[in-house]
C-alpha cells in the first residue's frame, strides 16, 4: 500500500467511525462506538468479497496508463465495480475504502522474476503455495557458487525456467543443507540487472559511457590486443586476477597455452596466513579439517563457522552434532560475539590479535601439569618435551592475561579441560586470528595445542586431508606445460612464505606495486573480481584502475556490471553457476575424496557466455598454436573426458559424466578415511630400491623422501623434511633467509616445493622456527580516543558480492560500527550517534617492510594517517571495550540498484548490457524501504537505511611480512564524536 493510500484510508476509517450522538456517555457510549466499529468491518469486509467477486482472480487495481494488456486482470465476471457492489448492497464509501488499499500489479516482462508477486493483495495468495507449481518439473543437480563452501544443490526446473533451488542430500561435504544464500539464487539468475551483452567503452575509463557490441567485436579487439603482447616476447605483461574461480582447470588451461605467469588472485585478502601455518606443520595440506563431529571438545580462536567460514554449511553441521550427539564442549575465543561466540558453551572477547599469546599459555599449562602426550611428541614431532618447556618457560597464563585481558585461571583450565579431552579433541581457527600482522604466529601456536595432545590426525581429533578438491584420480585432457617465467605481481620478494608450497599470492600489493612503478601490464583481464570493494584502500585502488599509462587495457568478466567492470574497456557477460560446467568439491570433512558436477541447469540468458565456451574461440583467434590445446571438442566432450573415472553406479548402470548428472556428486567410499596416514605401513612396491638414512630413519627412493623408519617398522611418516609433524621449522627459517633448501624439499618428497628464486635475492625475513608469538607496537599503547578495528561476515552476505541479492539485502544492507558501553561511556557515544574514524599505518610495518610505505600526512602523535570515514555507531556488550567492529559486503557504488539500495529504474550508461524489456523487477523499483534519502547529511539519515559503508576505505595495504596475508583486524584507528551541527563532507 503506498503511503498516501494508507493515510486516506486511516482518515476515511477515522471518520467513519466518530460516534453518532454527542450525548453518549459512559457504558452506553462505549457499547454504541464498539457497535460501530463492528457494523464498519463488516461493511469493509463485505465490500472486499464484493469487490474480489467482480475482479475475478486477479484482485489488483486496474492498470495504469499504458500497461501490458497482458497485465489486466480477466474474467467473465469482471464488470463494473460499483454496479457489482450495488447489486451486493455495498455502500459507496465502503468499495471507496477498499480501492484506497488495493496495491497495482507489478509490471515484468517475458522473464518472471522470482519474488515479484503478480497479485498483490489478499487475492495473491489465493493459491498460495500452488500445489502445481513443481508439477512436471525437471530435478537438475548442480553446485553453488554463492560462497566458497560450494555446496551441492538440485535445482527444479519447468518449461526452461528454474523454479527453486534446494540442497542435495546425496552431497556428502553439505549432506542436503543449504544457506540463505544458496537460496537466494534465484535473485542471481533472474535479476533485472544481469549483464547480458558485451559492452566496450565510449568514454574517459570510469566515466561510465558505455555501446553495446558483438561477442565478435569484443573477441577480435581483446585476441590482436593479447596476440602483440604474446608476440613481443613478453607474455608475462598479461595479467589474469581471478576473485573466487571454480573453474581453475579452464583458466590454468588458456593462461599457459598463451605463455603467462601473472595469475593473480585474492587468496592473502582471505587465508594466506592460516594456510601458511598448515604447511608449516604438515606440506602435504594448507587446510586442516577438524574432526569436530567425533570430538569431545572443541576450542575456537577467531572462527565464525555459524555464518562465515570456507567450509560453512558442512563445517557448521558437524560441530552442531558434535555437540549434541557427541556432547562436545565449545569454546570460543573471539574479539566480537559472533553467532558462533554467542552459541558457544563459553565465550572470551581477548584483546585483538592475542590469540596465539592464550595458545602459547595453554600449551605451558599443559606441559606443566603433565597431561602432554609424550609418546606422541616424541615419536612424531621433531622436537623433545624439554626443548619445548624452555621455549615456554615464560608463557605463562599470568603473561597471556597481561596482553589478552583473559583471565589467567580460565586459560589454564580450559587447557586442562582440551588436554583431559585428548585425542577427541581438537582446536579450530580463521581470519579472526590470522588476519593480523602476526597472523602466522597466532595460528602456529593454536595448532601446537593438537601435538601436545596428541590428537593430530585422530579421530574426533586435529585432521587434514591432501584432497583439497576434486578427487585426484579424475584429471581433464592433457594440459599445457607450466610457465617458466615470473613476474614480481605474480610473487613478490619480500614474502617468503607466499609462494613455496602453494601459489597463494599476495594479492592486495598488486595495485600499490603498479602505482610505485615496480609493474606495468599492456593487459590485464579481471574475472569474477570486485577489487574496487573489497581491496584495502579503496581510492588507490580505483586510481590505479583509471590510469591507462599502468593498465593499457582491460577486459572484465562478470555476471554484473559492478565496480570493477566500471574501470574496465571491453566487459563481457559471463554466465550464474547455473548456466555452465564444472567438476568441482571442497576440502572433505569426511576426509575422503569427493566430486560434484555443476552443470547448465537452464540455458544463459541473453549472449551470456562461460569461459570454457569462448576461450577456445579467443585462443583460435590469437593463434600461435594456442588453438591445439583446444581439440578436445565441445564443453560437454570436455567434461566426458575429464570425468571417465566416475566409476559405474550398480543400481543405474551409469559412470562417468552421466552418472553425475543424475546424482550431482560421488563420493570415493573405497578410500579409508585420512586418519593417522603417518601410521600407514609402507608396501614392499613402495620400498624396493629404497635406501634408510642411519641417522635420521629417513626412507628415500632415487632420493625422494617416501617414508621413516618407527620401532623398525616402515611408515609413510609426514610429507615434511624431517617426516615427522614439524614443530620446529627448519625449512621456513632457511626460506626466510634465502638458504638453500634443496635437501629439505627432496627429503618432504612434495617435490613440487621449490626455494625462493633469484629474483628473491637480498629479501631477508626472520622467520622463528618454533612456535612464537609477538605483539605488534602499535597495539602495546593506545591512547583513550583509539581503537583497533574489526571486520566480520554476516551469514547472509559474502564479501562483495551478494549484496545484489534482494532477498539477502533487505536482511543485511547497513553496517554501522559496532562499539562496546565502556567505550561508548568514555567517548560520550550513544546509540545513533556518528563518529568520524581517522585509520593510520601500521609502525610495525614502517619498520619492518618500508615498501608498502606510500602515505605522507601524519596526524599530531606523527604517526601515518590512511583515511578518514564517518559513519552511526551501536553500542552493544558484544566487542571488545578496546575493538571497533564494521561488517563487509557494504558499500556498493555500482552493481545494480539493489546493491546501492537506489530505488527505481536502473540508470548509467552501461544499461545498454541489459535487457530491461524481458527482465524487470518492479518490486525494489517501488518498495525499496531501505533507500537512504539523507543526500549524505548525518542529521538527515535514519538508521538501518541506506548500503551501508565500505570499511576498506579506512583499511591500508598491511600485508603480514611472512606470509603476505592482509591484517584486516590490526588498523588502528582513532574516533572523534561529530556534532549535530556538523555538516557532512
Given at each position: 500500500?503506498?503511503?498516501?493510500?494508507?493515510?486516506?484510508?486511516?482518515?476515511?476509517?477515522?471518520?467513519?467511525?466518530?460516534?453518532?450522538?454527542?450525548?453518549?456517555?459512559?457504558?452506553?457510549?462505549?457499547?454504541?462506538?464498539?457497535?460501530?466499529?463492528?457494523?464498519?468491518?463488516?461493511?469493509?469486509?463485505?465490500?472486499?468479497?464484493?469487490?474480489?467477486?467482480?475482479?475475478?482472480?486477479?484482485?489488483?487495481?486496474?492498470?495504469?496508463?499504458?500497461?501490458?494488456?497482458?497485465?489486466?486482470?480477466?474474467?467473465?465476471?469482471?464488470g463494473?465495480?460499483?454496479?457489482?457492489g450495488?447489486?451486493?448492497?455495498?455502500?459507496?464509501?465502503?468499495?471507496?475504502r477498499?480501492?484506497?488499499?488495493?496495491?497495482?500489479?507489478?509490471?515484468?516482462?517475458?522473464?518472471?522474476?522470482?519474488?515479484?508477486?503478480?497479485?498483490?493483495?489478499?487475492?495473491?495468495?489465493?493459491?498460495?503455495?500452488?500445489?502445481?507449481?513443481?508439477?512436471?518439473?525437471?530435478?537438475?543437480?548442480?553446485?553453488?557458487?554463492?560462497?566458497?563452501?560450494?555446496?551441492?544443490?538440485i535445482?527444479?526446473?519447468?518449461?526452461?525456467?528454474?523454479?527453486?533451488?534446494?540442497?542435495?542430500?546425496?552431497?556428502?561435504?553439505?549432506?542436503g543443507?543449504?544457506?540463505?544464500?544458496?537460496?537466494?539464487?534465484?535473485?542471481?539468475?533472474?535479476?533485472?540487472?544481469?549483464?547480458?551483452y558485451?559492452?566496450?567503452?565510449?568514454?574517459?575509463?570510469?566515466?561510465?559511457?558505455?555501446?553495446?557490441?558483438?561477442?565478435?567485436?569484443?573477441?577480435?579487439?581483446?585476441?590482436?590486443?593479447?596476440?602483440?603482447?604474446?608476440?613481443?616476447?613478453?607474455?608475462?605483461?598479461?595479467?589474469?586476477?581471478?576473485?573466487?574461480?571454480?573453474?581453475?582447470?579452464?583458466?590454468?588451461?588458456?593462461?599457459?597455452?598463451?605463455?603467462?605467469?601473472?595469475?593473480?588472485?585474492?587468496?592473502?585478502?582471505?587465508?594466506?596466513?592460516?594456510?601458511?601455518?598448515?604447511?608449516?606443520?604438515?606440506?602435504?595440506?594448507?587446510?586442516?579439517?577438524?574432526?569436530?563431529?567425533?570430538?569431545?571438545?572443541?576450542?575456537?580462536?577467531?572462527?565464525?563457522?555459524?555464518?562465515?567460514?570456507?567450509?560453512?554449511?558442512?563445517?557448521?553441521?558437524?560441530?552442531?552434532?558434535?555437540?549434541?550427539?557427541?556432547?562436545?564442549?565449545?569454546?570460543?575465543?573471539?574479539?566480537?560475539?559472533?553467532?558462533?561466540?554467542?552459541?558457544?558453551?563459553?565465550?572470551?572477547?581477548?584483546?585483538?590479535?592475542?590469540?596465539?599469546?592464550?595458545?602459547?599459555?595453554?600449551?605451558?599449562?599443559?606441559?606443566?601439569?603433565?597431561?602432554?602426550?609424550?609418546?606422541?611428541?616424541?615419536?612424531?614431532?621433531?622436537?623433545?618435551?624439554?626443548?619445548?618447556?624452555?621455549h615456554?618457560?615464560?608463557?605463562?597464563?599470568?603473561?597471556?592475561?597481561?596482553?589478552?585481558?583473559?583471565?589467567?585461571?580460565?586459560?589454564?583450565?580450559?587447557?586442562?579441560?582440551?588436554?583431559?579431552?585428548a585425542?577427541?579433541?581438537?582446536?579450530?581457527?580463521?581470519?579472526?586470528?590470522?588476519?593480523?600482522?602476526?597472523?602466522?604466529?597466532?595460528?602456529?601456536?593454536?595448532?601446537?595445542?593438537?601435538?601436545?595432545?596428541?590428537?593430530?590426525?585422530?579421530?574426533?581429533?586435529w585432521?587434514?586431508?591432501?584432497?583439497?578438491?576434486?578427487?585426484?584420480?579424475?584429471?581433464?585432457?592433457?594440459?599445457?606445460?607450466?610457465?617458466?617465467?615470473w613476474?614480481?605481481?605474480?610473487?613478490?620478494?619480500?614474502?617468503?612464505?607466499?609462494?613455496?608450497?602453494?601459489?597463494?599470492?599476495v594479492?592486495?600489493?598488486?595495485?600499490?606495486?603498479?602505482?610505485?612503478?615496480?609493474?606495468?601490464?599492456?593487459?590485464?583481464?579481471?574475472?569474477?573480481l570486485?577489487?574496487?570493494?573489497?581491496?584495502?584502500?579503496?581510492?588507490?585502488?580505483?586510481?590505479?584502475?583509471?590510469?591507462?599509462?599502468?593498465?593499457?587495457?582491460?577486459?572484465?568478466?562478470?555476471?554484473?556490471?559492478?565496480?570493477?567492470?566500471?574501470?574496465?574497456d571491453?566487459?563481457?557477460?559471463?554466465?550464474?553457476?547455473?548456466?555452465?560446467?564444472?567438476?568441482d568439491?571442497?576440502?572433505?570433512?569426511?576426509?575422503?575424496?569427493y566430486?560434484?558436477?555443476?552443470?547448465?541447469?537452464?540455458?544463459?540468458?541473453?549472449?551470456?557466455?562461460?569461459?570454457?565456451?569462448?576461450?577456445?574461440?579467443?585462443?583460435?583467434?590469437?593463434?600461435?598454436?594456442?588453438?591445439?590445446?583446444?581439440?578436445?571438442?565441445?564443453?560437454?566432450?570436455?567434461?566426458?573426458?575429464?570425468?571417465?573415472?566416475?566409476?559405474?553406479?550398480?543400481?543405474?548402470?551409469?559412470?562417468?559424466?552421466?552418472?553425475?548428472?543424475?546424482?550431482?556428486?560421488?563420493?570415493?567410499?573405497?578410500?579409508?578415511?585420512?586418519?593417522?596416514?603417518?601410521?600407514?605401513?609402507?608396501?614392499?612396491?613402495?620400498?624396493?630400491?629404497?635406501?634408510?638414512?642411519?641417522?635420521?630413519?629417513?626412507?628415500?627412493?632415487?632420493?625422494?623422501?617416501?617414508?621413516?623408519?618407527?620401532?623398525?617398522?616402515?611408515?609413510?611418516?609426514?610429507?615434511?623434511?624431517?617426516?615427522?609433524?614439524?614443530?620446529?621449522?627448519?625449512?621456513?627459517?632457511?626460506?626466510?633467509?634465502?638458504?638453500?633448501?634443496?635437501?629439505?624439499?627432496?627429503?618432504?618428497?612434495?617435490?613440487?616445493?621449490?626455494?625462493?628464486?633469484?629474483?628473491?635475492?637480498?629479501?631477508?625475513?626472520?622467520?622463528?622456527?618454533?612456535?612464537?608469538?609477538?605483539?605488534?607496537?602499535?597495539?602495546?599503547?593506545l591512547?583513550?580516543?583509539?581503537?583497533?578495528?574489526t571486520?566480520?561476515?554476516?551469514?547472509?552476505?559474502?564479501?562483495?558480492?551478494?549484496?545484489?541479492?534482494?532477498?539477502?539485502?533487505?536482511?543485511?544492507?547497513?553496517?554501522?560500527?559496532?562499539?562496546?558501553?565502556?567505550?561508548?561511556?568514555?567517548?560520550?557515544?550513544?546509540?545513533?550517534?556518528?563518529?568520524?574514524?581517522?585509520?593510520?599505518?601500521?609502525?610495525?610495518?614502517?619498520?619492518?617492510?618500508?615498501?608498502?610505505?606510500?602515505f605522507?600526512?601524519?596526524?599530531?602523535?606523527?604517526?601515518?594517517?590512511?583515511?578518514?570515514?564517518?559513519?552511526?555507531?551501536v553500542?552493544?556488550?558484544?566487542?571488545?571495550?578496546?575493538?571497533?567492529?564494521?561488517?563487509?559486503?557494504?558499500?556498493?557504488?555500482?552493481?545494480?540498484?539493489?546493491?546501492?539500495?537506489?530505488?527505481?529504474?536502473?540508470?548509467?550508461?552501461?544499461?545498454?548490457?541489459?535487457?530491461?524489456?524481458?527482465?524487470?523487477?518492479?518490486?525494489?523499483?517501488r518498495n525499496?524501504?531501505?533507500?537512504?534519502?539523507?543526500?549524505?547529511?548525518?542529521?538527515?539519515?535514519?538508521?538501518?537505511?541506506?548500503?551501508?559503508?565500505?570499511?576498506?576505505?579506512l583499511?591500508?595495504?598491511?600485508?603480514?611480512?611472512?606470509?603476505?596475508?592482509?591484517?584486516?583486524?590490526?588498523?588502528?584507528?582513532?574516533?572523534?564524536?561529530?556534532?549535530?551541527?556538523?555538516?557532512?563532507?
Amino acid at each position: 500500500m503506498s503511503q498516501q493510500a494508507s493515510n486516506d484510508f486511516s482518515k476515511t476509517m477515522a471518520d467513519d467511525l466518530q460516534p453518532k450522538t454527542a450525548f453518549a456517555f459512559g457504558q452506553e457510549s462505549r457499547e454504541l462506538r464498539a457497535a460501530d466499529i463492528d457494523a464498519a468491518r463488516r461493511a469493509f469486509l463485505k465490500a472486499g468479497a464484493a469487490l474480489l467477486g467482480s475482479l475475478g482472480i486477479a484482485g489488483c487495481a486496474q492498470p495504469s496508463e499504458g500497461e501490458p494488456t497482458a497485465q489486466r486482470p480477466t474474467g467473465p465476471d469482471r464488470g463494473d465495480e460499483a454496479d457489482r457492489g450495488a447489486q451486493e448492497g455495498v455502500r459507496p464509501e465502503d468499495l471507496r475504502r477498499w480501492r484506497a488499499i488495493r496495491g497495482r500489479p507489478y509490471q515484468e516482462g517475458p522473464v518472471h522474476v522470482p519474488g515479484v508477486c503478480r497479485l498483490p493483495g489478499p487475492n495473491a495468495k489465493r493459491n498460495w503455495p500452488d500445489r502445481d507449481k513443481y508439477r512436471g518439473a525437471r530435478r537438475v543437480p548442480g553446485m553453488c557458487q554463492l560462497c566458497s563452501t560450494v555446496c551441492g544443490i538440485i535445482g527444479y526446473v519447468k518449461d526452461g525456467r528454474l523454479l527453486k533451488i534446494e540442497g542435495n542430500p546425496k552431497d556428502p561435504n553439505s549432506r542436503g543443507h543449504l544457506c540463505a544464500r544458496g537460496q537466494a539464487g534465484l535473485n542471481h539468475q533472474y535479476h533485472p540487472e544481469r549483464l547480458l551483452y558485451p559492452l566496450k567503452r565510449v568514454g574517459a575509463r570510469g566515466e561510465g559511457r558505455w555501446r553495446r557490441i558483438s561477442w565478435d567485436e569484443a573477441l577480435d579487439e581483446i585476441a590482436e590486443r593479447l596476440r602483440a603482447i604474446r608476440e613481443s616476447g613478453h607474455p608475462e605483461d598479461f595479467a589474469f586476477h581471478q576473485g573466487r574461480s571454480r573453474s581453475k582447470d579452464a583458466v590454468a588451461r588458456f593462461l599457459r597455452a598463451f605463455g603467462t605467469p601473472t595469475q593473480l588472485n585474492h587468496r592473502a585478502l582471505c587465508s594466506g596466513a592460516r594456510r601458511a601455518a598448515n604447511l608449516t606443520y604438515l606440506w602435504e595440506s594448507d587446510w586442516d579439517l577438524n574432526d569436530v563431529e567425533n570430538a569431545k571438545y572443541i576450542l575456537n580462536f577467531g572462527s565464525n563457522a555459524f555464518e562465515a567460514h570456507q567450509g560453512h554449511v558442512p563445517f557448521a553441521n558437524r560441530i552442531q552434532n558434535g555437540r549434541f550427539r557427541n556432547g562436545a564442549k565449545l569454546v570460543t575465543f573471539d574479539v566480537r560475539l559472533s553467532n558462533m561466540a554467542g552459541a558457544s558453551d563459553e565465550w572470551f572477547a581477548p584483546f585483538p590479535g592475542t590469540d596465539g599469546a592464550i595458545a602459547l599459555a595453554m600449551a605451558h599449562t599443559i606441559l606443566k601439569e603433565n597431561l602432554h602426550d609424550e609418546e606422541f611428541i616424541h615419536r612424531w614431532t621433531n622436537v623433545t618435551v624439554e626443548e619445548l618447556r624452555r621455549h615456554l618457560a615464560d608463557r605463562t597464563p599470568e603473561w597471556a592475561e597481561a596482553v589478552s585481558g583473559v583471565p589467567a585461571a580460565d586459560i589454564r583450565r580450559i587447557a586442562i579441560e582440551f588436554a583431559k579431552a585428548a585425542p577427541a579433541c581438537t582446536t579450530m581457527c580463521n581470519r579472526g586470528s590470522s588476519a593480523h600482522l602476526n597472523g602466522y604466529y597466532n595460528d602456529r601456536a593454536i595448532h601446537l595445542l593438537n601435538a601436545l595432545v596428541g590428537s593430530v590426525g585422530k579421530k574426533g581429533g586435529w585432521c587434514w586431508s591432501p584432497y583439497s578438491g576434486v578427487d585426484p584420480d579424475l584429471q581433464p585432457p592433457p594440459m599445457p606445460p607450466s610457465v617458466k617465467k615470473w613476474h614480481v605481481l605474480e610473487d613478490p620478494p619480500e614474502y617468503a612464505l607466499a609462494n613455496v608450497w602453494r601459489r597463494m599470492r599476495v594479492g592486495e600489493i598488486v595495485y600499490l606495486y603498479l602505482l610505485q612503478g615496480r609493474a606495468k601490464l599492456r593487459a590485464y583481464m579481471t574475472y569474477n573480481l570486485d577489487s574496487p570493494l573489497t581491496w584495502p584502500e579503496e581510492s588507490l585502488t580505483k586510481d590505479v584502475l583509471c590510469n591507462e599509462e599502468l593498465i593499457e587495457f582491460h577486459v572484465c568478466i562478470n555476471c554484473f556490471y559492478n565496480e570493477t567492470a566500471h574501470y574496465a574497456d571491453i566487459v563481457l557477460p559471463w554466465t550464474t553457476y547455473l548456466e555452465r560446467w564444472d567438476l568441482d568439491a571442497r576440502a572433505s570433512y569426511n576426509l575422503r575424496p569427493y566430486v560434484g558436477l555443476r552443470t547448465p541447469m537452464v540455458e544463459p540468458l541473453g549472449e551470456a557466455r562461460d569461459i570454457r565456451d569462448f576461450f577456445p574461440e579467443l585462443a583460435r583467434r590469437i593463434g600461435g598454436g594456442m588453438e591445439k590445446w583446444y581439440a578436445y571438442g565441445s564443453t560437454e566432450d570436455y567434461m566426458r573426458q575429464w570425468a571417465a573415472k566416475v566409476p559405474v553406479d550398480p543400481r543405474t548402470g551409469k559412470g562417468g559424466l552421466d552418472r553425475l548428472l543424475e546424482d550431482g556428486v560421488w563420493e570415493n567410499t573405497e578410500r579409508e578415511p585420512y586418519y593417522e596416514p603417518y601410521n600407514r605401513p609402507l608396501s614392499d612396491e613402495e620400498l624396493e630400491g629404497a635406501e634408510i638414512d642411519p641417522q635420521t630413519g629417513i626412507i628415500t627412493r632415487d632420493g625422494i623422501g617416501i617414508g621413516i623408519m618407527q620401532d623398525g617398522r616402515a611408515v609413510r611418516g609426514f610429507a615434511t623434511p624431517s617426516r615427522k609433524f614439524e614443530i620446529r621449522s627448519l625449512f621456513v627459517n632457511c626460506v626466510g633467509r634465502n638458504e638453500d633448501c634443496t635437501r629439505l624439499i627432496r627429503n618432504s618428497g612434495i617435490t613440487s616445493t621449490h626455494p625462493r628464486p633469484p629474483q628473491h635475492a637480498g629479501h631477508i625475513v626472520e622467520i622463528s622456527p618454533l612456535p612464537d608469538w609477538f605483539q605488534p607496537e602499535e597495539h602495546q599503547e593506545l591512547a583513550d580516543d583509539e581503537l583497533i578495528m574489526t571486520s566480520f561476515k554476516w551469514n547472509v552476505h559474502n564479501h562483495g558480492r551478494t549484496m545484489h541479492l534482494k532477498w539477502l539485502a533487505e536482511i543485511v544492507h547497513s553496517n554501522p560500527a559496532w562499539i562496546n558501553p565502556q567505550t561508548a561511556r568514555r567517548l560520550g557515544l550513544e546509540d545513533g550517534d556518528w563518529v568520524e574514524i581517522t585509520s593510520y599505518f601500521s609502525r610495525h610495518l614502517e619498520k619492518v617492510s618500508p615498501h608498502v610505505v606510500h602515505f605522507t600526512e601524519r596526524d599530531d602523535t606523527g604517526r601515518l594517517v590512511v583515511s578518514r570515514m564517518r559513519i552511526p555507531v551501536v553500542v552493544m556488550p558484544g566487542i571488545h571495550p578496546r575493538a571497533i567492529a564494521i561488517s563487509n559486503s557494504c558499500g556498493h557504488w555500482q552493481y545494480t540498484n539493489v546493491a546501492q539500495a537506489r530505488r527505481g529504474k536502473p540508470r548509467g550508461g552501461h544499461v545498454v548490457g541489459y535487457d530491461l524489456q524481458a527482465m524487470r523487477d518492479e518490486d525494489w523499483e517501488r518498495n525499496m524501504w531501505w533507500e537512504d534519502v539523507s543526500g549524505g547529511d548525518p542529521r538527515k539519515w535514519r538508521p538501518n537505511t541506506g548500503n551501508g559503508w565500505n570499511q576498506n576505505r579506512l583499511l591500508p595495504i598491511a600485508p603480514d611480512p611472512i606470509s603476505g596475508q592482509q591484517a584486516f583486524h590490526s588498523t588502528v584507528v582513532r574516533i572523534r564524536k561529530l556534532t549535530v551541527a556538523e555538516p557532512a563532507r
